[in-house]
């Protein structure tokens, strides 16, 4: 599976963004769809995850009501809605394909990755 993420940018805290993940190749292999986003010196942070078979989605609590995961099955891509973002929420957001169902806020858990596409949030 190939990944190419897009839509990182610089915006005003408040602003929103919507970030785009583009699956290709054996998307027969991905069950799962999350996105991870990492600052420099922290650890890979989950932020949101979708179920492509049946949408079902989950969250971070920190991104929780403020973020919305969506996908389009028969693109194979796969949206993150940022809204009301923090400088908090600036890093490098990364997209990733797993097989499994369980596990799937944990990095590990993912085989394929896309290249991360940056975000900055200024206050």
């Known amino acids: 599976v190939q990944l190419q993420a897009s839509g990182g940018g610089l915006v005003q805290a408040g602003g929103s963004l919507r970030l785009s993940c583009l699956a290709s190749?054996?998307?027969?292999?991905?069950?799962?769809m999350g996105w991870f986003r990492q600052t420099p010196g922290k650890e890979r942070e989950f932020v949101a995850a979708?179920?492509?078979?049946?949408?079902?989605?989950y969250y971070a609590d920190s991104v929780k009501g403020r973020f919305t995961i969506s996908g389009d099955n028969a693109k194979k891509i796969v949206y993150l809605h940022m809204n009301s973002l923090k400088p908090e929420d600036t890093a490098i957001y990364c997209c990733?394909?797993?097989?499994?169902?369980?596990?799937?806020?944990?990095?590990?858990?993912?085989?394929?990755w896309g290249q991360g596409t940056e975000v900055t949030v200024s206050s």
């Open positions: 990733a394909s797993t097989p499994y169902y369980t596990g799937i806020a944990y990095p590990s858990t993912y085989n394929y």
């Open positions: 979708i179920v492509w078979s049946d949408g079902h989605t």
């Open positions: 190749g054996r998307t027969f292999d991905s069950v799962v």
